[in-house]
């Protein structure tokens, strides 16, 4: 790993892979170090915001290089079921593409153990990794408007849109689940870190 500095008060952290923020990600909350406020993990780097009146830059670097990082992260211990129907507009492309029926999707999309490896894109957006993912190729053209709750696809990812946006991830479903809302607390659902099931309700 390299620990770079980030402003005056942070420290980044960049690994060589995923599943090394993942692994880094769940040491972190294993073990916090004094002084780190926050952590926000990315696809490659870990982002780490510190309280100078509490620690120093050098002494939260001198922590993260001696964390014994595992081979199988574990998650926060929270699990979101999110209530899903398979019904997106993408879905015959996606099944093309993987070669799975129909109930095969479903059954891999809602048997597999998702976990938000990070957030990003927008606000309550997470990318969701599981050990059993599949590669699905993103939309040749996005979409100007992707409704709130659209279940999507995309490399090796999954996802919920929080919000109307624009998006070029493949549609295999919907929920009715509000995913961000800042009047609750906290306002994202979805954090890096928890786990996510998905159940049918098609």
């Known amino acids: 790993m390299r620990v770079l500095s ?14 090394a923020v993942l692994a880094l990600s769940a040491a972190l909350r294993g073990e916090p170090i004094d002084g780190v406020v926050e952590v926000v993990p990315a696809a490659r780097t870990v982002l ?3 309280d100078l009146g509490v620690t120093s830059l050098a002494a939260v670097a001198q922590a993260v290089r001696r964390m014994q990082l595992s081979s199988q992260p574990s998650r926060s211990g929270d699990v979101v079921e999110i209530q899903a129907t398979y019904d997106g507009p993408d879905i015959n492309d996606v099944l093309v593409s993987t070669g799975l029926t129909r109930h095969e999707l479903i059954r891999w999309h809602t048997g597999s153990d998702w976990q938000v490896a990070f957030c990003g894109f927008a606000p309550g957006f997470g990318y969701l990794v599981t050990e059993n993912a599949r590669s ?18 995309a490399g090796e990812f999954s996802g919920v849109y929080p919000r109307d946006s624009p998006g070029g991830w493949q549609l295999i479903g919907r929920t009715e689940m509000i995913l961000f809302d800042l009047d609750a607390d906290p306002p994202a659902l979805l954090r890096p870190g928890v786990g996510v099931r998905f159940v049918d309700r098609t």
């Open 136 to 153: 699905v190729p993103r939309r040749d053209t996005p979409r100007t408007s992707v409704p709130a709750g659209s279940i999507g696809l």
């Open 48 to 50: 780490l915001q510190c």
């Open 6 to 19: 980030a402003g005056e008060s942070a420290l980044l952290i960049e690994v060589r892979d995923l599943a």
